[in-house]
């Protein structure tokens, strides 16, 4: 039988989150990408590729009210997803559905959506993968039923004319996100790099592209996620909604 947690969505206190401790818990990074998506009022759509338990879908209900759609492949993480979704008083607003990212086009008409959000398995499988013991765990991480070009397809057959891709993912990975994105006709429009700290270098970046947009780039000021005390940062603490 499956046990479950429920927790706050970080400093929202109005937000509960229900989790399966047998699977990976949601990541920060699911936060920072949803923060760095620019709601613009041309968004009256949002799909967030690889949902989870739903942590993106929460937390942009704090700053829009259009629709927003979740999918994921694992079954046990929907089913929570709309468990969230029905305790915070949100399934009006968000929809999940248990769904193969390979299968979108059967599900889901050709530009449909304004925005796709994502925070993907960073890490691409090999032999020398270690790859957890439990395979519900090892999906989250590794790129096993979803790569990176799997899913920028799959945004590009989503993204109406001008719909923006956000994406969260591993600065070592930017050489090949980068060009993959420009052939699927969704050039790099922002990029932000976060770094565990002002001295440490970066691991993780922030990726804004545009479908058929204009081949102009913005590399915003870093983020910082703790300051010298190896606390979060200002910044975080205010993304995150935490007291100073």
């Known amino acids: 039988m499956s046990s479950k947690a429920l927790h706050y969505l970080l400093g929202h206190s109005h937000l509960k989150i229900l989790q399966d401790p047998d699977y990976l818990q949601f990541s920060l990074d699911s936060i920072l990408v949803a923060d760095f998506l620019r709601l613009t009022q041309k968004i009256q759509s949002i799909m967030d590729l690889g949902t989870g338990v739903g ?58 959506f304004d925005a796709v959000i994502a925070n993907p398995p960073f890490f691409k499988v090999s032999k020398d993968s ?28 989503l993204l109406k004319n001008q719909g923006t891709l956000t994406l969260i993912h591993r600065v070592d990975r930017l050489p090949e996100i980068i060009p993959l994105l420009k052939n699927y006709g969704m050039p790099v429009k922002r990029i932000r790099f976060v770094h565990p700290k002002k001295e440490k270098e970066a ?36 993304i995150f909604n935490l007291k100073e």
Not at 88 to 96: E, V
Not at 130 to 157: F, G, V, W
């Open 55 to 112: 942590p993106v879908p929460l937390f942009l209900s704090t700053k829009t009210s259009v629709p927003i759609t979740g999918v994921d492949i694992q079954e046990r993480l929907i089913e929570l997803a709309k468990e969230n979704a029905v305790i915070n008083n949100l399934d009006k607003q968000i929809t999940f559905k248990t769904l193969d990212i390979k299968d979108i086009p059967k599900h889901f008409k050709s530009q449909s």
């Open 130 to 157: 270690p790859l957890n013991e439990k395979a519900e765990k090892s999906m989250m991480r590794h790129e096993l039923k979803m790569t990176l070009e799997d899913l920028i397809q799959q945004a590009a057959y």
């Open 203 to 238: 691991t993780s970046v922030l990726i804004e592209a545009r479908n058929k947009g204009q081949e102009t780039l913005t590399v915003l000021p870093p983020l910082f996620v703790h300051d010298e005390n190896n606390e979060y940062s200002k910044e975080i603490k205010k």
